[in-house]
């Protein structure tokens, strides 16, 4: 895992296990965009996986029903000790533990859709397409963004397509060190 990626993925779970914590919806929205700078310019599946479940996470905690739930509770104690435990492997180099720890978050949400008989798994499925549309406005084509994140480019392009965002084409048309500069930019490193 690239240093910028790792240093970047670890203050997305602390932001994420804040706005998890006080039920902050929004603030996981804003944190899961986030990410996707790194997806785009790395082209990595850690950035790409961190950003799927931080915006799933946004989408559950934007239902009030579950939120009052007793169930709800119970999930947001285990995924926020789930978070810890990502940090703490990510923290101390132990990449292949962090991504065990990763695929289970998503397993986790997956199981919510059984207790709350929600759509999770559509929600998982839809998050996916969202984000790789917004890895597609920073010039990643549609083929790799099916690549990374496991969606068909069928329904990558169908996505684009309903959304305009193939009117406007890719936002960055810079090699891959001229976009680095511009996300340091953004973010003051």
């Known amino acids: 895992m690239e240093k910028e990626v790792k240093k970047d993925v670890l203050t997305v779970l602390r932001n994420v296990y804040s706005a998890l914590k006080k039920w902050d919806a929004d603030s996981m929205k804003f944190t899961s965009d986030y990410t996707l700078h790194n997806s785009s310019m790395y082209q990595d599946q850690d950035s790409v996986s961190v950003a799927v479940i931080v ?95 496991g969606v068909s480019s069928w329904e990558m392009m169908n996505y684009i397509g309903n959304t305009k965002l193939s009117d406007i084409g890719p936002t960055y048309r810079k090699d891959v060190e001229g976009r680095l500069e511009y996300a340091r930019r953004i973010f003051n490193v």
């Open 55 to 149: 915006y799933s996470l946004y989408k559950i905690c934007s239902r009030e029903r579950i939120k009052r739930s007793k169930d709800f509770r119970k999930f947001q104690k285990d995924f926020l000790d789930m978070i810890s435990e990502a940090q703490s492997n990510l923290s101390k180099d132990k990449v292949a533990d962090y991504r065990r720890v990763i695929k289970k978050m998503f397993a986790y949400i997956g199981k919510l859709e059984k207790k709350f008989g929600m759509y999770i798994t559509e929600v998982i499925k839809q998050s996916r397409i969202k984000k790789g549309g917004r890895i597609f406005e920073h010039g990643v084509s549609v083929g790799r963004v099916s690549e990374l994140l």
